[in-house]
């Protein structure tokens, strides 16, 4: 069979994600990405330590991550990203900034972490209150609203779980019974954090329910990344990769517009 009319495989741009040894949603990594965009995923070494923020600081250090990344220069992308949440804010702002700075010189090409992504989603989205959801202790949380804090936004509510291992087996279920517990009506945003709960299928849910937008680690990392590529991350209807998912968000509380009469509606098609 003649299959010369193929072509060959499209050219494809690179996009090197760092991880914690125990990642466990590659695929969910992997819905947000387009066509044309392949990732290379690598890992940090095994440390026996259950998820906390002695855990936080292990995997995050800069010459763990500066290895991470040499790791993915045979293959040259375009960026590389650190996808863990409590990873990246254990230190801070600033021990955020030089995470980013060693994996830089670590592999001579731009990088970004998912705490990072965080705070740029909350600006593209103009968030000043936002509630957070975790599946950590008391303590990674308490951290993560410091960080949040450190940058000028107002924490709202916040609900967690408690846990220190197997969180990629946390269901969707109970990521939504977590979000509605920390969801006030204040809130301008909702971020669900830690790359290794499961979050793709129930942001477009959330936010339909909390008419606010909906953000979670896995997704922020993938679009701060992808938009450094000049691409967009691709996905069902969500506020912060669909501007026209915004403008049909409306917080509790807000003045929704005027009421169709009913009429009306069906006159338009409405359903």
Request: charge should be negative.
């Amino acid at each position: 069979m003649d299959v010369s009319f193929l072509g060959g495989p499209s050219p494809q741009r690179g996009v090197g994600v760092v991880a914690p040894f125990d990642f466990a949603l590659d695929r969910e990594l992997w819905r947000w990405v387009p066509d044309e965009v392949s990732l290379h995923i690598t890992r940090t070494p095994f440390v026996p330590v259950e998820v906390s923020l002695d855990l936080a600081r292990l995997v995050s250090e800069h010459e763990t991550l500066g290895e991470a990344v040499r790791t993915l220069n045979a293959i040259a992308p375009e960026i590389v990203a650190y996808a863990c949440t409590s990873g990246s804010f254990v230190g801070g702002v600033m021990g955020e900034r030089a995470m980013c700075e060693a994996m830089s010189r670590a592999g001579a090409i731009p990088a970004i972490t998912t705490s990072g992504a965080l705070l740029e989603a909350l600006v593209e989205l103009d968030v000043r209150r936002v509630a957070l959801v975790t599946p950590y202790t008391v303590s990674v949380t308490r951290s993560l609203q410091a960080y949040v804090a450190q940058a000028g936004v107002t924490i709202s509510g916040c609900a967690f779980m408690g846990l220190t291992r197997h969180i990629w087996k946390v269901p969707y279920r109970d990521v939504v019974d977590m979000a509605r517990q920390a969801v006030r009506g204040d809130a301008d945003a909702l971020f669900i954090s830690c790359t290794n709960l499961p979050t793709y299928d129930v942001i477009p849910q959330l936010e339909a329910e909390l008419r606010i937008p909906v953000i979670s680690a896995n997704q922020v990392t993938m679009w701060a990344a992808l938009r450094r590529l000049g691409t967009r991350a691709v996905g069902p209807y969500q506020a912060l990769i669909n501007p026209d998912a915004r403008a049909g968000l409306v917080p509790p509380g807000a003045d929704p517009g005027p009421v169709v009469p009913e009429e009306e509606q069906q006159q338009e098609g409405w359903t």
